[in-house]
């Protein structure tokens, strides 16, 4: 993989694309998500991946950041909060004071579930310094499951969510030829002072921390795959020589969806 932009389609989307193209299929509804970059590095910046199983249904064998889509319950309002509300986050992401709760509660509580970091503490200037333990664990899992709500587990830890922990950094909408799609917003983090990820399983069969420009020469080797929206952003991070610059940079949240199209007779994906 050499570039976000061109890149060719398999048999089967192509033919989807040619569908949709003609108006035979319609894309199916996209549904919002979250994804946080977890950073870390004093001086070269790395980024936390996990390469999703080869069975599951979405982005099969890609190395990600940690991320899923909103649960219904992530807009309970019961969510005890700290740092930018919801309708801040709105304001940022042109979306309903609503949406932007469930998009900072999936963001937290997906990455709590998919790396063990939490991006939330008993007031509104700590965080958590530890979250090893079974009783972690069995919380984790629980949330997996959703036998445990989101609101309920900070509630019941005495915990507020840290949305000021969180940085806001794009907008990527799943391609109308895919069979799944996601409206989902990026946030970047860093990962808190004492926390630490683990290989904590589940959709993931494999977790590493690399650095952004790594990540990118692995994947032209062959060595990894990257979705265009996890190349991109390694790109625009492997930018920066630290986490304080990453942090600095202004970003005006534009959405991107990429599109087929068809260049001398062979459909390819682009996003320009």
Known sequence: MTDVTGLPLPVELAARARDLLAGRV??????DAATVVILRGSTTPEVYLLRRKATMAFAAGAYVFPGGSVDARDTDQAVAWAGPSPAEWGTVFNASEQVARGLVCAAVRETFEESGVLLAGPGPESVVADTTGDDWESDRLALIDRSLGFADFLARRGLVLRSDLLKPWAHWITPEIEHRRFDTRFFVAVLPEGQRTRD???EADQVAWKRPAEAIELAHQGEIFLMPPT?????ELAAHDSVAGILAEHREIVPIMPRAVEIQG??????R
């Open 26 to 31: 319609e894309p199916v509804p996209t549904r």
């Open 200 to 202: 904590v399983g589940g």
């Open 231 to 235: 190349y991109h952003t390694l790109s």
């Open 266 to 271: 062979e459909m390819r994906l682009v996003t």
